[in-house]
């Protein structure tokens, strides 16, 4: 599958058409927000450095946003890289267009909004770095459209997810860490994260990344983007969905099939671990070698939990630059 699907967007306009205004400075003034219309966001991303430079965007996961990159994103700038840096939807100041759009978390929907964001930005092709959800988005792409991509960096490997086999028990030391999963799968769960999202990402953040001693001001600069009106809803709906327990949005079922045939990724990878991640630990074995048919290499990052680029921005870099001066 490597025809890019058709949105409602008129991409062949020039994108500063489709780009609104003038970029916003952000508090700290140290990079411009943007907002694009994709066939059913206005999506709002952060931009640095030259619009002539090579493209490289980096996406963030659950529950973390485009702080997690801010060590990264203005030295890839200085280099001389157009750096776009979005909020997926559901988080900070992305919003859908219409009440009537499904809130989907689908891995489908994280990936149609990158294709989107590239067309509508008239990318022809980008350097992806992605981890939890953004390295789903990264990897779908990738492994679809690989014509669209220079190279991946991607935390925790091939991050497409099997659906048909979620259903099958795995060993009791794995299920413990999926205890948020299920939790979001009731309707306490729903009701809970709503009323608690605060606490309950803050307590995701301890778990997943026990040898990062971040303080609460970094914690409350990205925890600004769970107040999206939509969070609660996608996700949700992510973890529900990846699991079989609700259906999807309609008009992503291609996609989603396509992903079911579990299609290998033919662009130069290296895909990062987090040594002490406390959600996905790597296991000794690289399972994921046989997904990917270019170069691969895996790294697994000593002291590293779960939020790579922000806990290791220097090794995520440099991975990057390893792809790209390759």
Not at 58 to 63: A, D, E, I, K, Q
Not at 162 to 175: L, N, T, W
Not at 305 to 314: C, S, T
Request: net charge negative; proline share 9%; glycine share 8%.
């Amino acid at each position: 599958m490597t025809k890019t699907p058709p949105t409602q967007n008129a991409v062949s306009q020039n994108p500063i058409t489709q780009a609104s205004g003038t970029p916003t400075p952000l508090a700290h003034g140290s990079f411009a927000l943007r907002h694009v219309r994709t066939s059913v966001l206005d999506l709002a991303f952060e931009e640095h450095g030259p619009q002539d430079g090579e493209p490289v965007v980096l996406l963030h996961g659950f529950p973390y946003d485009p702080r997690g990159y801010d060590a990264m994103a203005p030295e890839l700038a200085t280099r001389g890289y157009r750096v776009i840096v979005p909020y997926l939807r559901g988080y900070g100041p992305t919003r859908f267009l219409s009440a009537q759009t499904p809130r989907s978390g689908q891995q489908a929907a994280l990936a149609r909004d990158l294709l989107e964001l590239l067309d509508v930005l008239s990318i022809e092709r980008a350097a992806l770095v992605g981890y939890d959800w953004g390295g789903r988005a990264a990897c779908i792409v990738a492994a679809l459209w690989p014509q669209r991509v220079r190279c991946l960096v991607t935390g925790n490997g091939y991050n497409i997810q099997d659906i048909a086999g979620s259903v099958a028990p795995q060993a009791a030391e794995k299920e413990y860490r999926l205890w948020y999963q299920y939790y979001f799968h009731s309707p306490r769960g729903y009701d809970g994260l709503t009323a608690n999202r605060a606490e309950i990402c803050r307590l995701l953040w301890r778990l997943w990344s026990p040898s990062w001693r971040f303080d609460d001001d970094t914690y409350a600069r990205s925890a600004l983007s769970f107040d999206n009106p939509d969070f609660v809803d996608v996700v949700t709906h992510s973890y529900r969905h990846r699991f079989g327990y609700v259906p999807g949005d309609p008009a992503l079922e291609d996609i989603e099939r396509e992903l079911a045939k579990r299609p290998a990724i033919a662009v130069p990878t290296i895909a990062l671990w987090g040594a002490d991640d406390g959600v996905g630990p790597p296991s000794i074995e690289d399972k994921d070698a046989p997904r990917f048919s270019s170069r691969y290499e895996r790294r697994v990052l000593p002291g590293v939990g779960h939020n790579i680029p922000q806990e290791a921005p220097a090794m995520t870099m440099t991975a990057l630059i390893d792809l790209l001066h390759a």
